[in-house]
């Protein structure tokens, strides 16, 4: 499913415009990506918690080529979906 999928699936269950949609839900996602970015834990209860891990210097190897690569240290954003989500999920695909 695609961004404007979703934008048109709520613009149709809320009333509101598909550029009022979207740009809810940019505003949304801009606030997700800016709190992760000032190394702060987003946490939407029902759907799931968002998060930066650190990731250490490390040696890797390009599979293509098999030539050493040298991974530098960074930050990783992760994501843990809530139990009703997991469970909702298995629900729907486990009939």
């Known amino acids: 499913m695609t961004k404007q999928e979703i934008v ?14 979207e740009t809810v839900m940019n505003g949304v996602m801009g606030t997700i990506i800016d709190s992760l970015a000032n190394n702060n ?26 030539e050493a690569v040298y991974l530098p240290e960074r930050f990783v954003p992760t994501f843990k979906p809530s139990k009703l989500m997991r469970s909702r999920v298995n629900e729907l695909i486990n009939k």
Not at 53 to 62: E, Y
């Open 8 to 21: 048109d699936i709520v613009s149709e269950a809320t009333g509101l415009t598909k550029v009022e949609t």
């Open 41 to 66: 834990r987003v946490e939407l209860r029902g759907f799931g918690t968002f998060g930066i891990k650190h990731r250490m210097p490390k040696k890797a190897r390009n599979p293509g080529t098999g």
